[in-house]
């Protein structure tokens, strides 16, 4: 597989780069942190403008119609400036409906999606359960022409602001996704604090809440896997994003510390430790974006590529983030270096759609698949 990006997708990461470098830098993230809003409006609207909403999703819509390979290199820049907003949370649910919902729910919907008029987010994970679908507990119950849906879900990616919920429970017939009007009778939304103080995340609650039938999304427990997987790359490359400014951040700091009157990166220990950090942050680029490449040509192998990429980035992430803080020593912990920031995006990031042992477990399982069929 050819890891070098077209003309197209270069300039496509180097305009991202610039535009959240320009209208996005550590200083206005920080002035975010405390609020309770999903998403710097400015940035927003400039994001919409590049097209980064509509990135993936159908011409027919409105969209560019390119693929997943395109939204990691604008998810890696995202998480390289630890961008806020809606940015993956849309793309998830938009590719979500543009491959499941029916003709009419995507014309009411896609083109506000694409246009970064309004956006969507997953409501999958819930309370003290894995992010698996054997951890879905919301139900989905028939009645007459509607859905009701009843269940809590937790860290929710910008639902404040969000127009629509693509919620996932269990139908009597089993797992499916429904997509659900923020407004709607029933759905109440709450602010949480977390770790992560770059994002925001919400838990959301549905107490009877009535969807139209026709807002089921096709297929069932694999489309919903799939979808996982889906999500799993981009956050893979929110997390290359992050280990990547981290290993120049601190090849930067260790040349001009000094301690007996030599920088520390001079001292053969610090350099193999930032040795580790630079080949765990190449092998992570080159599992997601061979995932992401991957399926973008529905390979035979595309989910166990999205499983090796997620368990490896997963680990590597937290690894990258805690050798940087080692490095930078106690200047590392104060509030007032930017370290910390990324050290609880790294964080929030490992167990996002699942955490390394629930993806190394179904690698094992595909693998196994794989090995019977043979």
């Known amino acids: 597989m050819n890891f070098e990006l077209s003309e197209e997708q270069a300039m496509l990461r180097e305009i991202s780069r610039e535009l959240l470098s320009d209208h996005a830098p550590i200083g206005v993230v920080r002035s975010w942190l405390d609020r309770d809003e999903d998403v710097d409006p400015k940035l927003w609207r400039l994001a919409a403008e590049l097209g980064w909403p509509g990135l993936a999703l159908p011409e027919q819509y409105?969209?560019?119609?390119?693929?997943?390979?395109?939204?990691?290199?604008?998810?890696?820049?995202?998480?390289?400036?630890?961008?806020r907003g809606p940015f993956l949370s849309t793309a998830i649910v938009g590719h979500a409906v543009a491959t499941g919902?029916?003709?009419?729910?995507?014309?009411?919907?896609?083109?506000?999606?694409?246009?970064?008029?309004?956006?969507?987010?997953?409501?999958?994970?819930?309370?003290?359960?894995?992010?698996?679908?054997?951890?879905?507990?919301?139900?989905?119950?028939?009645?007459?022409?509607?859905?009701?849906?009843?269940?809590?879900?937790?860290?929710?990616?910008?639902?404040?602001?969000?127009?629509?919920?693509?919620?996932?429970?269990?139908?009597?017939?089993?797992?499916?996704?429904?997509?659900?009007?923020?407004?709607?009778?029933?759905?109440?939304?709450?602010?949480?604090?977390?770790?992560?103080?770059?994002?925001?995340?919400?838990?959301?609650?549905?107490?009877?809440?009535?969807?139209?039938?026709?807002?089921?999304?096709?297929?069932?427990?694999?489309?919903?896997?799939?979808?996982?997987?889906?999500?799993?790359?981009?956050?893979?490359?929110?997390?290359?994003?992050?280990?990547?400014?981290?290993?120049?951040?601190?090849v930067e700091y260790t040349a001009v510390r000094m301690q007996f009157d030599r920088p520390i990166g001079s001292f053969q220990a610090v350099k193999h430790a930032c040795a580790d950090m630079a080949m765990l942050v190449h092998g992570s680029r080159a599992a997601t974006y061979y995932a992401a490449m991957a399926a973008d040509a529905a390979a035979e192998d595309t989910a166990r590529a999205?499983?090796?990429?997620?368990?490896?980035?997963?680990?590597?992430?937290?690894?990258?983030?805690?050798t940087a803080l080692q490095l930078h020593g106690g200047i590392g912990f104060t509030w007032e270096h930017d370290l910390h920031l990324y050290l609880r995006r790294a964080k929030a990031d490992r167990v996002l759609y699942g955490d390394v042992e629930i993806h190394r477990d179904r690698l094992c399982t595909l693998l196994q698949q794989t090995s019977a069929s043979l």
């Open 62 to 83: 409105g969209g560019a119609g390119q693929g997943l390979t395109e939204l990691v290199l604008v998810a890696e820049e995202a998480g390289r400036a630890l961008a």
């Open 306 to 322: 999205a499983c090796v990429a997620t368990s490896y980035t997963s680990g590597s992430v937290g690894d990258v983030a805690e």
């Open 101 to 250: 919902a029916t003709a009419s729910l995507q014309a009411a919907t896609l083109p506000a999606l694409a246009d970064g008029s309004a956006w969507a987010t997953w409501a999958f994970a819930e309370p003290h359960a894995p992010w698996t679908i054997e951890g879905i507990r919301a139900t989905a119950r028939p009645d007459g022409r509607a859905i009701v849906l009843d269940g809590a879900k937790t860290a929710v990616q910008d639902a404040g602001g969000a127009r629509w919920l693509l919620v996932t429970a269990q139908h009597p017939d089993g797992p499916a996704s429904f997509l659900v009007d923020r407004n709607s009778p029933g759905v109440t939304v709450r602010h949480t604090r977390t770790l992560d103080q770059t994002r925001a995340f919400y838990e959301v609650r549905l107490d009877g809440v009535r969807v139209p039938a026709g807002h089921r999304l096709d297929g069932g427990q694999a489309e919903i896997q799939r979808l996982l997987d889906y999500a799993s790359v981009l956050r893979c490359a929110d997390s290359l994003g992050v280990m990547q400014y981290l290993l120049d951040l601190t």
